[in-house]
């Protein structure tokens, strides 16, 4: 971004920020309003060209979500593959014991 343009974008923020209207805020800055809103423009035409993937400029607010598949929350049981090595674990290891094995594993490699 040009330096330029960071200028006017801080000053759209801070209208945003702030909540008044941007003929306010250029009264009192002493800016021209009709360059807030070519800025205004001008930047948000940059934005959306910078993007062209269209999911990443989605709206804030809630978006509608439909579950199709119901997902277990606990597996029956964990298999942990390590090189040529599967282990199968009954439950979810200890967190202690899973890094001791990272460790071992680790020395083992040198």
Known sequence: MTERS???ANHL????AEGISARAYAARE???IQSLYQWRQKLEQ?????CADPRVNLPSGFIA????ET?????TSWILRVGGVELELPAQPDAHWLAGLV?????RSY
């Open 65 to 68: 979500v439909k579950v199709t």
């Open 30 to 32: 002493g800016l021209a």
């Open 71 to 75: 997902l277990v929350s606990e597996p």
């Open 103 to 107: 460790v071992a594993l680790d020395r």
């Open 46 to 50: 940059a934005q959306r060209s910078y």
């Open 13 to 16: 923020k801070a209208i945003d």
């Open 6 to 8: 960071v200028f006017w």
